[in-house]
Every structure is written in structure tokens, then in C-alpha cells.
């Protein structure tokens, strides 16, 4: 072994050199590597980690979901309450504009809540937007089967509140059916939610 000269002689000297053989010893036991009880603990810790790490990513979808499905039973409550108080046909329809229905855009790129008076589902003539609905993220997927006047693209609520059809949404993700929420419409214009029988595409 090669000792600096200024480390040459003397009990500081000699020091160092014990010192420096305690290190170049601890150098050559940790290039070792670990042992096979430290390398199964590691693998356990890593195991815990990713499979906490996907238990919360679906949590956090599944909050996503059951915030978005609030959102649409409280602008469909919204519509229903509008045209009781205005007397006229509210439409709830399918908009990625913000300004007009779409009928070719899907629900999860958002809707709008109009004033309908001739009730086609359509804005025009003197109708007015009264909400814009958000487009829905982390990658849920909205669509709506209905029995009725306009079919799934789009709900009008009656001065009655009344909707004359009945229809289902249903919210999906990537977690599949066992996580996916629907919001049933009835003709009276009440809705329910239910987390049991949801199909997805």
C-alpha cells in the first residue's frame, strides 16, 4: 500500500494509516453488495409500493367519477328547476362548443343547458345558454341510451319538469364496470344513481 509522504512517521501518522486501512476494509465489505435478507426485504418494500401506488390511482379515479356524476345530477336538476321557474322547455344537450348542441360530439366533451321554447333540442331563434357543462377528465367516458323525444342526445324538461322519456348515463374508466356509476332518468324527471349492473363499452 502506498502511504502520502506527510503521513509518514509519528503516532499521527500511524493513526492515519489505521484509520485509512478501517476505511479501504468498510470500502471493500460494502462493494460486496447486499445480502440476500436485505435484497428480499428491498423487493417486499418495492412490491408494497407499487401495488399502494395503483390502489390509490384507482381511488383517485373512482373520486374523479363521483364527482363528475354529481356534477351532471346537479345540472340536470339545475335544467328541471329552470323550466318550471321560467315556464318554457330547458334542454340539457351535448355541446364541445359551449355555444350550440352537437350531435356529433360525445357527452364526455361536455353540454349545455338552454332555454328551448319551440322544444326541438336546438339553440335558436332567441335561446339562451344558461350553464356550460366541463368536459369530463381523467379519462372517463360518458354516454347516455334513452326511450324518448331526442333519443340520448339530448334531455328537454318540460315547464312541468316533466321529461317524457327515460334514459340512462353511464360514467367508465379504465378500471371497467366495477367502478363505473350510472344516473338513471325517469319521465317525471327525478334521477337516481347506481353503482350495480353498468355496462361499459
Not at 383517485?60 to 363528475?68: E, F, G, I, K, P
Not at 336538476?77 to 360530439?105: H, N, Q
Not at 340512462?168 to 349492473?197: E, H
Request: hydrophobic share 40%; aromatic share 8%.
Amino acid at each position: 500500500m502506498c502511504i502520502p509522504a506527510e503521513l509518514r512517521g509519528g503516532k499521527d501518522a500511524w493513526d492515519a494509516v489505521t484509520h485509512f486501512k478501517a476505511s479501504a476494509a468498510r470500502g471493500a465489505r460494502w462493494s460486496q453488495g447486499f445480502t440476500l435478507h436485505e435484497t428480499l426485504v428491498a423487493l417486499t418494500i418495492i412490491s408494497l409500493l407499487g401495488v399502494g401506488a395503483v390502489a390509490f390511482g384507482r381511488l383517485l379515479r373512482s373520486t374523479h367519477v363521483t364527482t363528475q356524476v354529481n356534477t351532471l345530477i346537479a345540472n340536470l336538476y339545475f335544467a328541471r328547476s329552470e323550466a318550471i321557474k321560467r315556464g318554457l322547455p330547458v334542454t340539457l344537450c351535448k355541446s364541445d362548443s359551449g355555444m350550440a348542441c352537437t350531435e356529433d360530439s360525445a357527452w364526455q366533451d361536455g353540454w349545455i343547458i338552454i332555454t328551448d321554447e319551440n322544444g326541438n333540442g336546438q339553440r335558436d331563434g332567441d335561446d339562451q345558454v344558461l350553464r356550460v357543462g366541463p368536459k369530463l377528465e381523467g379519462g372517463t367516458t360518458l354516454t347516455f341510451n334513452a326511450w324518448g323525444v331526442g333519443t340520448g342526445k339530448y334531455v328537454s324538461y318540460a315547464a312541468s319538469g316533466m321529461t317524457m322519456k327515460n334514459g340512462t348515463f353511464r360514467f367508465c374508466n379504465v378500471d371497467g364496470p366495477a367502478y363505473a356509476r350510472s344516473v338513471i332518468l325517469i319521465q317525471s324527471g327525478r334521477v337516481r344513481t347506481s353503482a350495480t349492473g353498468v355496462t361499459c363499452p
